[in-house]
């Protein structure tokens, strides 16, 4: 047999091709779309709350309402494009042979979830340190996203802002598809989509709290509930918008998002001055750099 012939003969039939890409469109658009909303449902709840009922606290008295929310379509869909086109095609492999469980499985969704915050903390840590400590990356990277040294007001999209989150999510984000499939998906349980779609969720809902820019309270969660499985893993940031805004104030702080134990070990953690944030109508803790 040819070489040509064997490759017409292993490659999947276009319509295979058609339906993952399809899949994946459909899926990277709503992660985009979950993020938006999420977005959108934070800035309502932390706008009650900071402005009308006066129960957060912040160090810049900023109204935060003027996010580009639906700008968060695109950065997110295009980082995750790739792990979704790997992500539909293990789904349709196992839709064709019947082998998919909507069964919600708890310890199944805990262990990915717990996997996926590992991997791209660490991703999202090593790149973030090279994004500041390395001159030309920053410069022409990074330094958009300190636009604004309040994590509440990040300007508004750039191409480069799309290359950086590839470099620090989308690494992470192959990576947890491969192992939670191989780990967690095996012939006799099924692959289960919801060891997939909650962790994912999870990690949309830190990074948008994180940016928030509020000093931790009970109430700031409720808008993002699977926080709390989070916070309850050993070295997590259990004032992670607060801990994010240091990291803003200061620069080569807390360049690891989720779990504290990597910036220990460099050297960069610094927790946030508690005495430095008011409530709205105080005036501002201390001046910002």
Known sequence: MTLAALAAATAPPASSVQLVLATAAAGAFTCGLFAAIHMLVLEWWTHLLYSKLKVLKRRDPVDESDRLVWGKIAPMALLTTPPLLLLARLFLQAAASGSVDWRLSAPRAAASMVLLTVLFDANYYFVHRAMHEVPFLYRTLH??????????????????????????????????VYAADALLCSPAAGFNPWIFVLPAFTVIMEV??????????????????????????????????????????????????????????????????????????????????
Request: charged fraction near 20%; aromatic fraction near 10%; hydrophobic fraction near 45%.
């Open 208 to 289: 948008n709290t994180m940016h928030a820019g509020f000093l931790d309270h009970w109430l700031l969660y409720l808008a993002s509930p699977l926080r709390w499985v989070v916070a309850v893993l050993p070295f997590a940031r259990t004032d992670i918008a607060a801990e994010h805004e240091v990291h803003h104030a200061k620069g080569r702080k807390n360049y690891a998002p989720i779990f504290r134990l990597l910036d220990i070990l460099g050297g960069s953690n610094e927790m946030p001055a508690v005495a430095e944030y008011v409530v709205a109508g105080e005036g501002v803790g201390t001046a910002r750099r």
């Open 143 to 176: 330094k958009w996203h300190h636009h604004h040294n309040t994590p509440g007001k990040p300007p508004r999209p750039r191409t480069v802002t799309y290359v950086e989150n590839l470099l620090a999510a989308t690494p992470a984000l192959v990576l947890w």
